[in-house]
């Protein structure tokens, strides 16, 4: 959905001293009004800028109030934006209703209280900011998750996936559909499934904040990837879980190097005392009397263990 990226206020009433008035009673919000005489030249208005309140008269020649706001209310960059309807003391249900229906978010009767319509005005610029800003806030975690350079993904509470960016897909193997048909725990080796499974029972009953693990996932060709996962909690403003953030880095390459470093330790250690033993066997060998034998072979037997 569009969000208004002005926020400018747009009266609109056939009547030039209701203009004047609703201005003077709309600047002291200290944002910019601007005043048309008809639902003509609100569309055009409209063509050249947004708006985030417009305060729109109900009974006008031309083009009405409703038909203003119906024709307004068609182009999706403007799907969003506040309506307040003026409208006489005379108006009935019906028209009320139509003015809902129209798009408008409230009514107000003429003559018009000043401070009423300041003051809703005001609450309908601060919920507009706050939408933008959060719209900008999601635009920005969108960028991050969708360019990150390790794998990231959205999960319910449960661990069943609800986004997965490219650099995940890569990592597993799959595509962004098969990856969204396979919940966590079927993704990794099949003899670590049913730890997986509980592991991700116990994040739903624990609710920790963060967790980190290693996991041995397996693409779709067989090969194993060795990968850390973090994963963060998301809760909503009661503090109810929401669902979850894992992070997923590749450490294939690190453990295959700790396991060459440990393989070559272990065949030098296994050569070293192969060495030895050879020198308790040349010792054996040795043209020594008895008690001198004995004493090099005690001492390099005593070496090797």
């Known amino acids: 959905m569009a969000i208004p990226v002005s926020g400018a206020i747009l009266v609109v009433d056939d009547q030039p001293e209701s203009l004047v008035a609703l201005r003077t009673v709309l600047e002291p919000l200290g944002r910019e009004v601007v005043t048309v005489p008809s639902g003509e030249e609100a569309l055009k208005q409209l063509l050249q800028d947004d708006y985030a309140v417009i305060v729109m008269d109900v009974r006008m020649p031309g083009l009405n109030g409703f038909e203003t706001v119906e024709l307004i209310k068609r182009r999706e960059r403007h ?62 975690f969108r960028a991050a998750f969708e360019g990150a350079p390790i794998g990231m993904g959205l999960s319910t509470v449960d661990g069943r996936w609800l986004e997965v960016n ?3 897909c890569e990592l597993l193997g799959r595509s962004h559909t098969q990856l969204l048909e396979k919940p966590l725990w079927e993704l990794v080796q099949p003899a670590d499934r049913e730890h997986e499974r509980e592991a991700v029972r116990r994040l739903l009953r624990d609710r920790p904040l963060f967790d980190q693990s290693e996991k041995r996932f ?34 294939t390459e690190q453990r295959r190097a700790e396991s ?46």
């Open 79 to 140: 799907e969003d934006t506040s309506v307040i309807f003026l409208t006489a003391g005379d108006a009935d249900a019906e028209q009320v209703t139509r003015g809902y229906d129209a798009g408008a978010v409230d009514y107000i009767l003429k003559p018009v209280d000043p401070d009423m319509l300041r003051s809703k005005v005001a609450m309908l610029l601060e919920l507009q900011r706050k939408s933008a800003e959060l719209r900008a806030s999601e635009e920005r």
């Open 166 to 168: 490219d650099a995940l």
């Open 218 to 251: 397996m693409r779709l060709d067989g090969e194993t990837v060795h990968a850390m996962v973090s994963v963060s909690l998301t809760a909503d403003d009661a503090e109810r879980p929401q669902g979850y953030i894992w992070q997923v880095v590749d450490v």
């Open 260 to 305: 060459e470093r440990a393989a070559r330790a272990a065949a030098e250690a296994g050569a070293q005392t192969i060495g030895k033993l050879q020198q308790v066997t040349e010792a054996a060998l040795t043209h020594l009397e008895l008690r001198e034998l004995l004493e090099v072979l005690v001492e390099r037997v005593r070496e090797v263990f």
